[in-house]
Structure formats: structure tokens, C-alpha cells
């Protein structure tokens, strides 16, 4: 994803980005057409390697296999230890944005900086416990900062609500960013995350404890618009 359709996606507002983490995976292409019908316009995919997390997802082989099934693009959420190990296989399995962990790596602007190279957007996540003074001159070179509302490695968590402070923050200190918010996002959370600034909301369990994604994706919108929810 180069900067203009970065831009554009920002521009085009608010955006709910399904996490395929809790999908029907034998089913995977229904499900991606399914999501499409609902108008996801970007798929979140949740790569973790049992090392930085304590759980094990999936790696290149499925996002080569989504990328041959749909245009949409995909967001890879690497939750790995070693990020440029695998960012360029990422890549030509048809990645389109990496957001690495900024607690994974020692130098976040040289790791953005190869990452960028490889002609991908680049986010930068940081888990709840982790100090924000971590992203102090790590964001050069970094399209989206991808702010954690629950800890890396399992979906159906708890939203945490420090995630707002930290939106709230990184919005005040960097209008042009795009900031986005994964986690425990559900039609209670969506709300507060967007008044606090956030573009792009990963949402997983809201999304596929629903029969109808449309449904659940109509919710979420309305209840963004709304702002329903407790700050
Ligand atoms: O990165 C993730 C977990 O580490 C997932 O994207 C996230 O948990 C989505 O699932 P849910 O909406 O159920 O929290
Ligand atoms: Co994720």
C-alpha cells in the first residue's frame, strides 16, 4: 500500500477492519466473500508465531491464498519476534500493509525504514502494559501506529480502556496519522474509540458470534455514528 491509497483510506472515514482470527478457516473463501458482500473494505489478518505470543496462527501460505481469492487489501498484524525474518515472504504472499510490535524489535525506525523498502504500508503496535515512551522517535517512516486494546495473542478479550488515553494522545500530537485500535471492539467500545480519534477498528469476535456479518457491521457503524458506549 503505497501512501496515496493509505490516504484514501483514510480519507474514506472511519473503517471497521474484520479480524479473520475467529473465521470459519475451513471455510475461507466463503468467509471473505461473505465479508465482502457486508463492505469490509480491508481484511485484518493476525499472524503469530507461538514465540512473541503464546499462540500460533497462521503464515504466508493463507495470505498468499487469500490474496488469490480477493482484491481487498490485507492488513498483516505480525505478532512475531522476528518481524524481518518474514516481512518480505509477507510481501509477496500479497501483504499490503505490516504492522510489526514495537516490543518485538530494537530499532522500530531501521525495521519501518526495510519494511517501507519492500513497498508495503508500515504500522507500528504496542501492546497495553507497554510504556508509551517506547514510541518516542520510533514513528519516522511509520504510516499507522496500530494501538492495542487488549494484549497480542488471543481474540475475545476484554477491552482495555487505556487504549482511548493513548488514541486521544497520539491524535493530539500527530493529526496525519492513521491510528488504529484492535481488541475487544464490540458496539460498546467502537464509540469511545472513535471520539477519541481512531480511523481503522479490527473487530473479530463482534463480528463472527453474528449469523449475519452485514448485521453486525451495520451495528458497529451505527453504533460508531452514535457513539454509543461507556467512555
Ligand atoms: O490482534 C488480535 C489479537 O491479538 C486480534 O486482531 C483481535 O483480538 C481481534 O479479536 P477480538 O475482536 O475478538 O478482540
Ligand atoms: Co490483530
Same mark, same amino acid.
Given at each position: 500500500m503505497n501512501r496515496a491509497e493509505l490516504d484514501s483510506i483514510r480519507q474514506a /472515514?472511519?473503517?471497521?477492519?474484520?479480524?479473520?482470527?475467529?473465521?470459519?478457516?475451513?471455510?475461507?473463501? $466463503?468467509?471473505? *466473500?461473505? =465479508? $465482502?458482500? @457486508?463492505?469490509?473494505?480491508?481484511?485484518h489478518l493476525d499472524v503469530m508465531d507461538g514465540h512473541f505470543v503464546p499462540n500460533l496462527t497462521y503464515g504466508m501460505p493463507i495470505v498468499a491464498g487469500l490474496r488469490r481469492h480477493?482484491?481487498? &487489501? %490485507?492488513d498483516v498484524h505480525l505478532m512475531i519476534s522476528d518481524p524481518l525474518a518474514y516481512a518480505k515472504a509477507m510481501v509477496d504472499a500479497g501483504a499490503d500493509m505490516l504492522t510489526f510490535h514495537v *516490543? @518485538?524489535?530494537?530499532?522500530?525506525?531501521?525495521?519501518?525504514?526495510?519494511?517501507?523498502?519492500l513497498g508495503?504500508?508500515?504500522? +507500528? !503496535?504496542?501492546?497495553?502494559?507497554?510504556?508509551?515512551?517506547? =514510541?518516542?522517535? @520510533? +514513528?519516522?517512516?511509520?504510516?499507522?501506529v496500530l494501538v492495542m486494546s487488549v494484549q497480542a495473542g488471543f481474540g475475545g478479550q476484554s477491552f482495555n480502556p487505556v487504549a +482511548?488515553?493513548?488514541?486521544?494522545? %497520539?491524535? @493530539?500530537?500527530? &493529526?496525519? %496519522?492513521? +491510528?488504529?485500535?484492535?481488541?475487544?471492539?464490540?458496539?460498546?467500545?467502537? /464509540?469511545?474509540?472513535?471520539? !477519541? /480519534?481512531?480511523?481503522?477498528?479490527?473487530? /473479530?469476535?463482534?463480528?463472527?458470534?453474528?449469523?449475519?456479518?452485514?448485521?453486525?457491521?451495520a451495528g458497529l457503524n451505527d453504533a460508531m455514528a452514535s457513539n454509543q458506549g461507556a467512555k
Open positions: /472515514g472511519p473503517a471497521i477492519l474484520p479480524s479473520l482470527l475467529q473465521c470459519d478457516f475451513g471455510n475461507l473463501q $466463503s468467509e471473505v *466473500e461473505r =465479508l $465482502s458482500q @457486508a463492505g469490509t473494505s480491508v481484511l480477493t482484491s481487498l &487489501p %490485507l *516490543e @518485538a524489535v530494537d530499532d522500530a525506525v531501521d525495521v519501518a525504514g526495510q519494511i517501507r523498502d508495503v504500508g508500515v504500522g +507500528l !503496535a504496542i501492546n497495553p502494559d507497554t510504556p508509551m515512551s517506547q =514510541l518516542d522517535g @520510533a +514513528l519516522d517512516g511509520v504510516d499507522m +482511548l488515553d493513548r488514541i486521544r494522545d %497520539l491524535r @493530539a500530537r500527530f &493529526p496525519d %496519522l492513521l +491510528l488504529e485500535i484492535d481488541g475487544g471492539i464490540n458496539a460498546s467500545t467502537i /464509540g469511545p474509540a472513535r471520539q !477519541a /480519534g481512531c480511523d481503522l477498528f479490527v473487530v /473479530g469476535s463482534a463480528i463472527f458470534s453474528s449469523d449475519d456479518y452485514g448485521v453486525a457491521i
